[in-house]
């Protein structure tokens, strides 16, 4: 029995010491400095990929703007008022600048000396998917190159370039997706022919005319 007790008591003071070890073990601080690490720093960037998991989503329409490897030919959700209308007020503060108010590439830091973005109203832009304005946002498109941001670029995931930022980074999928929709409605508020026009559409157009003419506005 006494044996039991002085092996116990041995025992506690073992565990004791590696406790003691393990809380005083070498450790590295937030933002401190390392020897071990090329760089010398503690601190380190995520594996390439990783996701908070909270943020993780599978759907690559709605995250990525790709559907099979390809552009997306779709919104990933129906287009309302309040979509649009969230789409003008980020549009305003990340697109305005360069591709100005209706997206014809005259923005104020354009006239300042920066290169003009295409505008949003040639041919080619305006038979461009909702997937490719998208991507645009989040990695950049091939205009230095000559050549538009083609579906093949589109399984580069995280290609850009000096042209184009890289914005959609500063923002979340869905307003990506409403800026995407704002843009699709400016092209519409410019290319609609009056065939395309409701009776209801007629008569507030020609109210506006009619206002107009009562301020003694033009055309």
Known sequence: MKRFGWALLASAFVMAGCHQDMYEQPRLNTLSKSDFFADGSAARMPVE???A????????????????????????????????????ERYDVFCLPCHGKAGYGDGMVVARGY????????????????????????????????????????????????????????????????????IYALQKS???????????????????????EAQGGGH
């Open 53 to 88: 998991r909270d943020d993780y989503n599978p759907d690559k329409l709605f995250t990525e703007g790709l559907e099979n490897g390809e552009l997306a030919t779709r919104f990933p959700s129906p287009v309302t008022k309040a979509m649009l209308e969230r789409g003008r």
């Open 115 to 182: 290169k003009q973005p295409r505008s949003f109203h040639i041919p080619e832009l305006r038979e461009m998917p909702p997937g490719y304005f998208y991507r645009t946002l989040i990695v950049g498109t091939e205009e230095l190159t000559g050549r538009p941001f083609l579906p093949e670029d589109a399984k580069v995931v995280g290609k850009g370039d000096m042209v184009h930022p890289v914005l959609g980074k500063n923002m979340k999928p869905e307003d990506r997706w409403a800026i995407v929709a704002y």
């Open 190 to 212: 410019q290319y609609t022919g009056v065939n395309e026009l409701t009776p209801e559409d007629m008569a507030q157009l020609n109210q506006s005319d009619t206002n107009q």
């Open 49 to 51: 990929g990783t996701v």
